[in-house]
């Protein structure tokens, strides 16, 4: 059994916090951004965060550091647009792998440091998948519904290269998160699929749908429940749903879920809703107490914050986790009672 299977039957796993919170405060111009490799690139690179692996990487290393500190099992990757879909808009479809290596590289390294310091609590690292900056199935243009910007065969093999990165750069696991297409995350579950066949590997897989507004669907137009259908072929380590919604808004759609699957119950909501200039002012005590709640209702296995967390929150987190037992769920059939 993978140590993270048996983590997940002693305790309540944490999630780390928002990554691109934490950089904002580097306020990394666009020479920052460039490092002294890409000074001459011909295009804009302020605000690909992924490119920080490789021109500032101390600071990602840091920035995990301050997580794992807080109390986080898990780390994410610096990864979250590093595929040549999302990279296209930097020119940097040629740095996928590397930068998707780098990214696990150096979150590996952390992982495993602070594994040598508590090795009864090992540390793991997440390959972030995120969902793309285009969707397969629904038109971007208003005036033609059929069009598509983009198929799900140039999705797979997109996800694919950036899922054989992860993995050779140390990736523990593999996250699919904020889906708001459930079709492009099929083609990342597929691709991931072709990668374990191809390598005769296992990898757990989190899986982790976005809810975009009061409607509770996703943006393709699925409720909770149909997610979860729709994705339950696949042998996956959690489900669950992050982003777009703070602690309190997603409870509902959690208690949704949790009653009508074996997997693993996940989430990492926002720090409340953002406010009239964009930012996330909830507390880490505000925003635990809500989790706590998830807590009180036996509806969790991993927990974790996005955008607006610090690890201020993700200590509260970890210290709120740490009074409850997480919910049962199945590994190879067999129901644990935890």
Known sequence: MSNIYK????????LDGAMGTMLQAYKFTEEDFRGERFKDYPSPLQGNNDLLS?????????????YFEAGAD????????GTTIAMADYQMENLVYELNYQSAKIAKEVANEFTAKEPHKPRF???????????????????DPGYRAVTFDELRIAYKQ???????GGAD?????????????KAALFAIEEVKDERSIDVPI???????DASGRTLSGQTAEA???????????????????????LQPHLQAIANKTDFAISAHPNAGLPNAFGEYDETAEEMGEQIEEYLKKDLINIIGGCCGTSPEHISEIARISGKYKPRAFVVNKQVLDI
Request: aromatic fraction near 4%; charge should be negative.
């Open 7 to 14: 983590a997940l039957q002693e305790r309540i796993l944490v």
């Open 54 to 66: 490789i021109t500032q990487p101390e600071a990602i290393k840091t920035i995990h550091g301050k």
């Open 74 to 81: 898990i780390i994410e990757t610096n990864t979250f647009s």
């Open 125 to 143: 690292v997440a390959g972030s998948i995120g969902p793309t900056n285009r969707t397969a199935s629904m038109s971007p243009d208003v005036n």
């Open 162 to 168: 950036q899922v054989e990165a992860l993995l050779d």
């Open 173 to 185: 696991l593999l996250l699919v998160e904020t889906v708001f297409d459930t079709l492009n995350a």
């Open 206 to 212: 989190m899986l982790s749908g976005t809810i975009t």
């Open 227 to 249: 997610f979860l259908i729709s994705v339950s072929h696949i042998p996956l380590l959690s489900v669950g749903f992050n982003c777009a919604l703070g602690a309190n808004l």
